[in-house]
Structure formats: C-alpha cells, structure tokens
C-alpha cells in the first residue's frame, strides 16, 4: 500500500505544471548560470531574478524549485536549483528534455 502512494504521488509531480522562465526570453542562459551561484545565493535572489517557482517540493528540510525555459528546437529546458535548510543554494542542474510531439 505504502508503494501505491508513493507511485501515486510521484505520478502526480510529474503532471504538475512549470511555467516558463519569464528571464529565459531576454536574458541569456549564462547570465541565467552566472544568476545562481551554489553557496552564495539565496531564495530571495533566486526569486528576484527567475521570479516566482510554480514547483516547490519539500525533501529533509531541503527546497527544490524547478523552471522550465525555452531550449533549441523540439526541447524543453529545465533549470533545477537544490536550496539547503539555510535558505542558499546548494546545487543547480539544468537539462534539455526532448519530448515526442502527440
């Protein structure tokens, strides 16, 4: 029973909805890189920059916000920023998902 859940909940984060990086359409993506920096940055500097995260999911006291922003053609990007228990960025990933047209 406890394995349903979790596949149920996990199946639901993956159909909850990014929006797109408002910063993606006139800034750069090394500006968007050099925006957040590991360590250093925090929530409210993350926020100021990206604007606001449509996903937030809580993990051991840690706070992921996930992004999604225009990649080349046919994909999608996703910029992922780990912030620890303090409030500062511990790490950021971004990728470019490619996902069959329907």
């Known amino acids: 029973m406890k394995w349903l859940t979790v596949c149920a909940l996990a199946l639901l984060a993956a159909c909850s909805g990014t929006r ?6 006139s800034v750069p993506y090394a500006t968007l890189e050099q925006t957040v920096q590991p360590g250093s940055s925090t929530r409210e500097q993350v926020r100021a920059a990206l ?3 449509t996903s937030i999911r809580f993990d051991s006291g840690n706070e992921v916000w996930m992004y999604t922003y225009p ?3 046919g994909a999608q990007g ?3 920023i780990l912030f620890g228990g303090d409030g500062v ?3 950021v990933r971004s990728a470019e998902v490619y996902r069959p047209q329907k």
């Open 78 to 80: 996703e910029y992922v």
């Open 20 to 25: 797109a990086l408002q910063a993606s359409r």
């Open 71 to 73: 990649a080349t053609s």
């Open 51 to 53: 604007g606001e995260s």
């Open 89 to 91: 960025v511990k790490k």
